[in-house]
């Protein structure tokens, strides 16, 4: 057995009315699923899945919930075409810098804090476009 692919991404949330607008924004898409406490988005090339859950259904539901006092965790990036681009829009919509760009030869990163708490990846991979390709 091995792992497949990227199932499902969960951030949490506070607010879940909050996060969906925030996320359908910055997305450009309403989410696919809906239920108490949970929604669920469909993101990108591949279409993984971005879920929200609000903290109490979390908690509710015997899930963990973050107890960290700010930003905590693994960092999931997303590919973007621009991450420049990308992160001065998260922050216009009101996230906030996590790390500034940096290019390690070819591969661009930066991260953003929703305004949720959860920290969002963005970078510019070859190796992304390289799986883009042998899709085509």
């Known amino acids: ?4 692919g990227l199932s499902t991404l ?3 949330t506070p607010d879940l009315d909050a996060a ?7 997305l450009d898409v309403e989410p696919y699923f809906q239920r108490p406490g949970y929604a669920e988005f469909r993101v990108g090339d591949y279409q993984h899945e971005l879920g929200i859950v609000e903290t109490s259904a979390a908690s509710g539901a015997g899930l963990r919930t973050s107890t960290a006092d700010g930003p ?4 999931a990036y997303w590919h973007v075409d ?3 681009a990308t992160a001065q ?3 216009r919509l009101g996230a906030t810098e996590h790390e500034p760009v940096r290019d390690f030869g070819g591969f661009v990163v ?7 708490g959860n920290i969002v990846g963005l970078m510019h991979s070859p190796h992304y476009l390289e799986v883009l390709d042998r899709k085509a």
Do not use: H, K, N
Not at 1 to 4: A, I, P, Q, T, V
Not at 20 to 26: F, G, L
């Open 10 to 12: 969960r951030f949490q």
């Open 89 to 91: 829009r998260l922050v």
């Open 110 to 116: 930066a991260s953003v804090v929703d305004p949720f």
């Open 72 to 75: 905590a965790g693994a960092v």
């Open 20 to 26: 969906i607008r925030w996320y359908t924004d910055v």
């Open 1 to 4: 057995m091995s792992l497949r």
């Open 82 to 84: 621009d991450v420049v």
